[in-house]
């Protein structure tokens, strides 16, 4: 499928998805969404009674505790008649990104194996890694302040007037706080085909780093396993092209399922929310763009227009991983050396997700404005940076964002229970954040390729998509 067809495709299945999934919302699922409201509701109130009493020994009381296990069966089974209904649909974007996880892994490793192994030098390698950092730690801060000057601005969780749910109801989302050794465990692999086998992306870039300088060290011995990994990268590579072909069906599968799950009428109730953010998000486009204009001059709006179709796949699947196999092929014919592109582009889907970073100041903000917490420019800035740490290392997460958000609201006295406001507009927020995670680090991988000197004229060699 030519470049320009598979743009095509992709754009139509996106706008087909919306038309589809707020058809299918309005005359399957709509049923289905008034069940589950009623039974919140009715949870709620239940709740509330049940706060209130004193005696709990009482019959009253046990028959409210009756009515509340009754309604939450019913919330349940409908939640699960909801997914059944949309499978037919979630199937497609699950192929897909099966199909793509499949390949990721076995791509990051015989990728950097192979270019640590052309770098040789470890001096080399430790220079291109300290300059990677340094570029990751800057767009991280840059995000989160940008995340926060802007919440402070727009001020949404006052202007939306939502109503808050109990602070003593728990959301479901598992906190997380990392811990020294969680992260050291996160990073450095206890078995690397388990590594493998979790498309855990960060303990595989350890290991293919000592892989990589072990083979240019051993010398010519080392020259047949950099062939066979390079033969391999370019089959995994032309595996990838066949996977591509599924993406406009991936795309109508993930919409369709967004849409008909929600509803449009989500986007009323969110829309002050969902507009300042995704305002918010196009401003960090500008800074990261702007950042790499000094750097690459004019290119910069090649390499932006070349890498379209993966920032549409990410946006579409909510996940910047299903485009990591198309942004490293297209930053490959952009001109940045094999060697550069598959040591950064690893590493920023661990340390790089511009997106997510702005997106956890602003909705932390978000949710203590919504329960009128006023916090000191010294309180957010404390909270800044306790994201910042807290964000490292947990790609691959589910909804990682709102883990860590999790985890940090409560250190600052906000009800976790907030979160509530978040979960039902979360994958719309997550399409913006994952394609604002995929040009950061295509930007990232050619900005270092730059400073290194090893960014060489645009190609169209590699092989076609």
Known sequence: MQKSKLTLYIFIALVLGVIAGYTYNATVINNINTTISAAEVKIKTLDEQIAVSTDTTAISFKALKKERAAQ?????????AREDKLEIFTILSDVFLRLIKMIVAPLVFTTLVVGVAKVGDIKAVGRIGGK????????????????????????PGEAMHLPLPDSHLSTGIQK????????ISHVFPRSFVESMANNEILQIVVFALFFGVATA????????VVKALDAIAH???KITGYVMQLAPLAVFGAITAIIAKQGLGILSTYAIFIGEFYFSLLLLWLVIVLAGFFVLKGRVFNLVSRIKDAILIAFSTSTSEAAYPKVLLELERFGCKDKIVSFVLPLGYSFNLDGSMMYMTFASLFLAQSYNIHLSFQHQLSMLLVLMLTSKGIAGV?????????GTVSMFNIPEAGLALLIGIDPLLDMGRSATNVLGNAMATAVVSKWEGELGPQSEDAAEL
């Not at 767009?139 to 926060?148: D, N, P």
């Not at 997380?176 to 992260?183: Q, Y």
């Not at 909804?399 to 999790?406: F, G, K």
Request: without cysteine; aromatic residues 8%.
């Open 72 to 80: 939450a069966t019913v919330r349940k089974d409908a939640d699960k």
């Open 398 to 406: 589910p909804r990682a964002s709102l883990v860590v958000i999790a």
């Open 235 to 237: 089959v995994i590579l």
């Open 132 to 155: 990677t950092l340094l570029w990751f730690l800057s767009a991280t801060l840059v995000s989160l302040l940008l995340g926060m000057m802007l919440v402070n601005f727009f001020r």
């Open 217 to 224: 060290a051993i010398g010519e011995k080392g020259d047949v």
């Open 176 to 183: 997380t706080a990392l811990s020294l050794r969680d992260f």
